[in-house]
């Protein structure tokens, strides 16, 4: 047979909360039954004691050595037929002395076995020839002298019945009350379902134009609450990224159309008036620049995207930073040599620091990096690169820091000069210009790499800027 | 300047005129017949008639998708020469027009001069004729790749091993124009096209120029504002 799982988690709650009251119900039927079975068994075994005791008083030897049970104590003569008492008195050679009319002539017990009810009651469970369960004890006594063997037992058909009754009642009774248990288990999980149902339904209706819509949070504390907390910060982060891609297109829009303005700006002019052919050529020199600047733009934005959609499962290798660092060295030393800028490393560790990321985008972070550095310095001056090593939640970084002896970095521009398309306010960085790429590209490429960068602002001159990365 | 002997027949598939009057007006220039296809049908039915050497072939086209013609040619010939100039540039969009059987790819925008140079060396591969062998010779400047020296005028001249790489390419390419582009790839190996190293370039060409023309009368390397460098033969 094929289970086909219901498909509301409602419906699956009653279903499970059924199931388990079922069992629970099932097991504690059953040790009541037997609890209460055992109770009353010994009540009876008590009650049999009892009887014995009071039939010990009323019995008697006639003059003719015929035994007698006293039955005159009763009010009414008819009370006689209440008693259900099975008894059988026996003498010590197994001849039976007396039978009581209960037993209608059967046997009560079988034949007397030796030392039977010689400690005191001895209790055993015996059935009669027409099958009744009787729990029967013995016990020995003394006559008028002579000892006898009294056996007296109470039929279990009654307890049995009433058993049955009990269970079978249960039985009846216990499906009525799963039903109603799992209908009201039905309308409570739906009652406590309900929130996840209007959030559904305010979550489908939020799209990209109303992303500032929030779910309304109830009862703040509870777990749908929670849950709708967490949502609400899933479309606050969303809603910032939709906002930077918005500002980012404005902005990429903006970056292009100033060169594109300046080409058309410089063509129009030209052909105002003829012109020599070296005026001729120094325009279109002019408009060529111009259309590098926007492809250089245009690549960057490629790139940026490119590390944007890098997961963390990208294209990683393990690679030494130190030798990373001396390529990107070798690729500018002309730079640094034509503008006799000396570079010192700090690498007194000694240990070759082996990183583990995606090798040509971590390039280009310190190339534009190292490439700033040198933009910046003056001529004849030093660029500091310093190493060291640093833990932080239990994984260890290594930090390189690239300081240059240029303007700096102003405080107020501390973050914003990781932004895109960020180009100084500060005359007196604002001469070096480039694309306002380059360290965006550079923050977004150690961001995936699971790294840091950051200016560090305690240096007294130049700009400091250090980069953490995930050591292997 | 003399009329030079068509190097090759060049089909170009463009549909944007622009770009096409760019390319049939440069390449013409540089020495070459071309004809000019400005959609997917076009092309197929010239590739047969006019016979070709060499196709440059833009992928986005009207009617039919350039990868759907590069197919088609290839169905019929393996000796036809394919360079594709698209702007899907991702190394993606490079793996999947090599992979369908062009013989290069350039994403656009490209440089004029790399597309020249691309051409002729696409078809220099067709025809067989070896790369031009050392010592290369210039005027006066001479380098052998050999000994991996550099003289002009008899005197020998000291260059650095970059230096001289970049000597050698713009020998390769002399009386062509060479872009920052092409040098950055074929002589820096660098292979992002977002690496700040123009100025590296830049500076680089100006050492190289204080070596071997600074202390000449006759200047050979030259800049071009906006395109690149040129080595050429001192106009007579």
């Known amino acids: 047979m094929k289970f086909t799982r219901p498909a509301n988690i409602r419906t699956r709650l009653a279903i499970w909360f059924v199931v388990i009251l079922a069992s629970i119900l099932i097991v504690y039927i059953a040790a009541v039954i037997i609890f209460q079975y055992v109770l009353l068994e010994r009540q009876i075994y008590h009650d049999e004691i009892q009887d014995v005791e009071t039939v010990e008083g009323l019995l008697y030897f006639d003059p003719q050595g015929v035994i007698h049970l006293q039955e005159n104590y009763h009010s009414h003569p008819q009370s006689r037929l209440l008693e259900d008492r099975l008894m059988e008195i026996r003498d010590l050679s197994g001849t039976v002395l007396y039978r009581s009319e209960t037993l209608h002539g059967q046997i009560l017990g079988g034949a007397s076995s030796p030392d039977e009810g010689a400690n005191s009651y001895n209790e055993r469970s015996t059935r009669l020839s027409d099958g009744t369960r009787v729990l029967l004890i013995s016990h020995l006594h003394p006559i008028q002298d002579k000892l006898v063997l009294i056996r007296l037992g109470y039929s279990m058909a009654p307890l049995q019945d009433r058993m049955v009754r009990f269970f079978l009642l249960l039985l009846v009774a216990t499906p009525i009350g799963l039903i109603l248990a799992g209908f009201a288990g039905y309308r409570i999980a739906k009652r406590a379902l309900l929130p996840l149902d209007i959030m559904a339904a305010r979550a489908e209706s939020i799209t990209a134009s109303n992303l500032n819509d929030r779910i309304v949070v109830e009862h703040p504390h509870d777990e749908l609450g929670h849950m709708a907390k967490v949502l609400?910060?899933?479309?606050?982060?969303?809603?910032?990224?939709?906002?930077?891609?918005?500002?980012?297109?404005?902005?990429?829009?903006?970056?292009?159309?100033?060169?594109?303005?300046?080409?058309?700006?410089?063509?129009?002019?030209?052909?105002?008036?003829?012109?020599?052919?070296?005026?001729?050529?120094?325009?279109?020199?002019?408009?060529?620049?111009?259309?590098?600047?926007?492809?250089?733009?245009?690549?960057?934005?490629?790139?940026?995207?490119?590390?944007?959609?890098?997961?963390?499962?990208?294209?990683?290798?393990?690679?030494?930073?130190?030798?990373?660092?001396?390529?990107?060295?070798?690729?500018?030393?002309?730079?640094?040599?034509?503008?006799?800028?000396?570079?010192?490393?700090?690498?007194?560790?000694?240990?070759?620091?082996?990183?583990?990321?995606?090798?040509?985008?971590?390039?280009?972070?310190?190339?534009?990096?190292?490439?700033?550095?040198?933009?910046?310095?003056?001529?004849?001056?030093?660029?500091?690169?310093?190493?060291?090593?640093?833990?932080?939640?239990?994984?260890?970084?290594?930090?390189?820091?690239?300081?240059?002896?240029?303007?700096?970095?102003?405080?107020?521009?501390?973050?914003?000069?990781?932004?895109?398309?960020?180009?100084?306010?500060?005359?007196?960085?604002?001469?070096?210009?480039?694309?306002?790429?380059?360290?965006?590209?550079?923050?977004?490429?150690?961001?995936?790499?699971?790294?840091?960068?950051?200016?560090?602002?305690?240096?007294?001159?130049?700009?400091?800027?250090?980069i953490d990365l995930p050591l292997l | 300047m003399q009329?030079?002997?068509?190097?090759?027949?060049?089909?170009?598939?463009?549909?944007?005129?622009?770009?096409?009057?760019?390319?049939?007006?440069?390449?013409?220039?540089?020495?070459?017949?071309?004809?000019?296809?400005?959609?997917?049908?076009?092309?197929?039915?010239?590739?047969?008639s006019k016979q070709p050497d060499l196709v440059v072939l833009d992928l986005t086209l009207p009617q039919r998708g350039g990868l759907e013609i590069l197919a088609q040619i290839r169905a019929h010939s393996n000796t036809l020469r394919v360079l594709i100039l698209t702007s899907h540039n991702s190394v993606d969009d490079r793996v999947t027009g090599l992979n369908a059987g062009a013989d290069d790819y350039l994403g656009k925008p490209f440089s004029f001069p790399e597309l020249v140079a691309r051409v002729s060396s696409l078809l220099r591969r067709s025809t067989g004729v070896s790369e031009r062998s050392s010592p290369l010779k210039l005027a006066d400047l001479t380098l052998d790749a050999q000994t991996r020296t550099v003289s002009r005028s008899g005197s020998v001249i000291d260059v650095t091993t970059r230096e001289f790489d970049l000597l050698l390419y713009l020998l390769n390419h002399r009386n062509d124009a060479v872009s920052r582009e092409m040098l950055a790839k074929d002589v820096w190996k660098e292979v992002s096209r977002f690496t700040p190293i123009d100025n590296v370039i830049d500076v680089q060409m100006t050492r190289l120029r204080r070596k071997i023309d600074d202390p000449f009368p006759v200047k050979l390397l030259h800049t071009i504002r906006g395109v690149g460098f040129i080595l050429r033969e001192p106009e007579q």
């Open chain 2, 3 to 48: 009329e030079k002997p068509k190097l090759g027949r060049i089909l170009i598939v463009e549909d944007d005129r622009k770009t096409a009057d760019a390319l049939v007006l440069g390449l013409e220039r540089g020495g070459y017949q071309t004809i000019l296809a400005r959609s997917g049908e076009e092309a197929f039915f010239l590739v047969h």
């Open chain 1, 232 to 466: 609400n910060h899933l479309l606050e982060r969303l809603e910032q990224a939709f906002v930077q891609l918005q500002r980012f297109t404005a902005d990429a829009a903006h970056e292009l159309r100033t060169p594109l303005s300046s080409l058309r700006a410089t063509g129009e002019v030209t052909l105002q008036e003829s012109r020599t052919e070296s005026g001729y050529r120094e325009s279109i020199g002019s408009m060529l620049e111009e259309t590098t600047r926007l492809n250089q733009t245009i690549d960057g934005l490629l790139l940026l995207a490119r590390a944007e959609a890098t997961r963390s499962d990208g294209v990683k290798t393990s690679f030494s930073l130190f030798e990373l660092v001396d390529e990107i060295l070798v690729l500018v030393d002309v730079l640094l040599e034509e503008r006799h800028i000396t570079v010192v490393q700090d690498r007194d560790d000694g240990v070759p620091a082996l990183l583990f990321a995606d090798r040509s985008l971590v390039r280009i972070a310190l190339l534009n990096v190292l490439h700033n550095a040198v933009k910046f310095s003056p001529d004849h001056s030093t660029i500091r690169i310093g190493f060291s090593r640093r833990e932080s939640d239990g994984r260890a970084y290594q930090r390189v820091c690239v300081h240059d002896s240029g303007p700096g970095v102003a405080a107020g521009e501390v973050t914003q000069v990781f932004e895109r398309f960020f180009t100084s306010n500060s005359p007196t960085t604002s001469k070096y210009s480039g694309s306002g790429l380059g360290l965006s590209i550079a923050k977004l490429i150690v961001d995936r790499s699971g790294g840091q960068i950051f200016f560090d602002m305690s240096v007294e001159h130049g700009a400091k800027c250090c």
